[in-house]
């Protein structure tokens, strides 16, 4: 499947992509919960992440020939899409230590205390939210203000959903299952550790993606954007789907992995 110019082309393409991530991500939950297989996880979550970063993040358009002019928006939009993945690639590495941490620590076991279902609900939540954000980002790409605000509202609302959700519910339900950093047993300690620090570090980067979403909503209601100049839009929508990126890899590494495997 090649990207679409064509914006009822375009839009059907992300909802076909849509599909194909929640069949793999059904896929892998029942994966997981029927038989322990690792590298089946982990090849379902690389081909979900290379669908998010070509037909949602736009990887392709490193590629774009931008023109020459210093001056020019195209030229200026270009060099700022390469600052962009220059910084998602440095905070990458963010999340891959943290990764390498729940491997050295946790090894091939996983909290017990986490409860499967509610891991699989937050993450339906950050993917839906990751669909209407590039139903936004299509719309204003061709000039459509009101469809970009409704659905870009829409991913807000999610975002904060899954926010709320991970902070407020799992957190809360984690700890009075006793998966505390300060426990008294060895096990329970490093696995509290883990799972508040990855989560944590995860729900930092939603929310600052929150507030990316906040100010270019704002920005579209006072007309700022337009078909031939919206690079904060697709900012906000790349950095959105790059936080949609990593929970796809944490989500199978908290929820998934590991020999404590048991629906709750």
Do not use: C
């Not at 090649?2 to 069949?23: C, N, R």
């Not at 590298?39 to 392709?60: D, F, Q, R």
């Not at 993450?123 to 719309?139: D, I, K, Q």
């Not at 990316?212 to 906000?236: D, M, Q």
Request: proline share 2%; net charge negative; aromatic share 16%.
């Amino acid at each position: 499947m090649s990207h679409s110019q064509d914006k009822s082309s375009a839009l059907g393409q992300g909802v076909v992509i849509f599909v194909y991530l929640a069949v793999l991500t059904v896929l892998e939950f029942f994966v997981a919960v029927s038989f322990e297989a690792v590298p089946l996880l982990l090849v379902v979550a690389v081909i979900k992440a290379a669908l998010v970063m070509y037909y949602y993040m736009h990887i392709y358009k490193l590629n774009q020939e931008d023109g020459t002019d210093e001056h020019s928006y195209e030229y200026k939009t270009g060099s700022n899409r390469l600052g962009l993945w220059l910084f998602l690639l440095s905070d990458a590495f963010v999340f891959g230590g943290l990764m390498v941490m729940r491997v050295n620590l946790l090894g091939n076991t996983r909290p017990e205390a986490l409860n499967q279902v509610l891991g699989l609900l937050v993450t339906a939540v950050l993917l839906v939210s990751s669909f209407f954000m590039n139903r936004g980002e299509t719309a204003m790409a061709h000039g459509d203000t009101k469809s970009f605000m409704n659905n870009t509202l829409i991913t807000f609302v999610l975002g904060l959903g899954f926010f709320l959700g991970v902070i407020f519910v799992e957190w809360p339900e984690a700890a009075h299952e006793g998966l505390t950093v300060f426990s008294g047993t060895p096990a329970t300690g490093p696995m509290g550790g883990v799972f508040y620090f990855m989560t944590g570090m995860h729900a930092f980067h939603v929310l600052t993606g929150l507030i990316f979403l906040a100010v270019v909503w704002n920005n579209a209601r006072k007309g700022i954007y337009t078909a031939e100049k919206h690079w904060g839009v697709e900012a906000a929508a790349v950095y959105w789907h790059f936080v949609d990126l990593v929970w796809i890899f944490f989500y199978p590494a908290l929820y998934l992995i590991g020999t404590a495997v048991a629906l709750k």
